[in-house]
């Protein structure tokens, strides 16, 4: 009953003192008004309560909210909570009484609450988890001395001396077995599983998981599978290999191939000082330059590598018939040359007379292996007709002729020599 209605029966009771009936009618009527408009009031605000909204929650309980459009849905929600790192969250409502719950990722174990709810006063319930590293090391499970390493999910031990094995339980054998070419490998054991590995170039090949043997490049790339690893040699080396070269030869930068060293660049001969040292494939070789002593005729030095005939008597038809001069040439070549190929050149500077003739000179062997062609009006080329094989010194002597109307105005021979190595590099 409201202040106003109080009012109005202590009015109708001060009717004791003999009220006229007028006045008593009256006070009945303002009354009956009065009540009538609370009525009314009374109903208009019933209206505009609160309705009634049944909601059914997914988790454990049933729950049973009231939502007005004065009281917003945003506020019935608690602080969204984030994953521990290393860790996941179960359910996304926020909403008052619901449940989070917290999982940590494999070797990692919960500190803090596992289920937080959001509670009425908006606040989580708990203490916010986080996912710590589970220490697999703390039962001390590598044996014989072996260290202990903490990995995530995981451990591995380094054995002492001696020890292999997951857990160092197995002792290494000794003697023969060992050395540079058998190793310990290194095992891990992940949620109970052990998984062995090697160091690089090591391979577990037999049944022992425990012991990583050396691979054999030299024996598995053999054929040239992946390509030949050496061009010469290879040499199996614990973990790895490496390719050899025949004497006379350096590896190559890129540790394949095989470089001629140069003797006689680097003063690795042994020439005297009257010889000259001729640098060739897998080796060097001294040369003396002698001028030849043939009859009627003599020749001087005029450069290293050049004799000439000194002047003739007059009238001396032989030795004016003997060459005018003689040059030598040294070739170097690699071993298994094909065939036909130019060899080496002859020219005539200034040429004299009206005809120019080159032939090869020498014996059966030469001629084997050599012809001499003309390659232009002054010159003639020495050509090797069959191929050549294996280490060996090939000679020939071309010789240029100069005519006028056939008859010889001079004679020039050239005498080449070409060392030929045993390798193709
Ligand atoms: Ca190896
Ligand atoms: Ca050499």
Redesign the pocket.
Known sequence: MNQRLMRLVAVSVSFQDCPSRQEIQGSLKQVQKLLTAHEASYIQTKKKKKSLILINSNVKTVNFFYFSKSLPFSTDTCIKLDAPINGRKLGKSHSVSHEVHFLCDPGYELVGSESRVCQESLAWSGQHPTCRDINECASSPCLNGGTCVDEVNQFSCVCAKGWTGATCQSSLPTSATTGPFVRPSRCTIVQGTTHCTCEP?YTISGRDSNICT????CELFHNGQAGKLCLHACV??????RCSCPVGYNVTRDGRSCKDIDECATRQNNCTKDQMCINTYGGFQCVRVDCPKIPNATYVKTSPMRCERNPCPVDNKACSQAPNSFSYHYLAVVSNLSAPRVMFRVSALRPMGDTLRFSLLGGRQARRHFTVQRSDRLTGQLMLVSPVQGAITLEAEVEMSELERRVHLGRYITKITMFVSQYEF
């Open positions: 170039g050396d691979i054999d490049e199996n080396t614990p973990g790895g290999y």
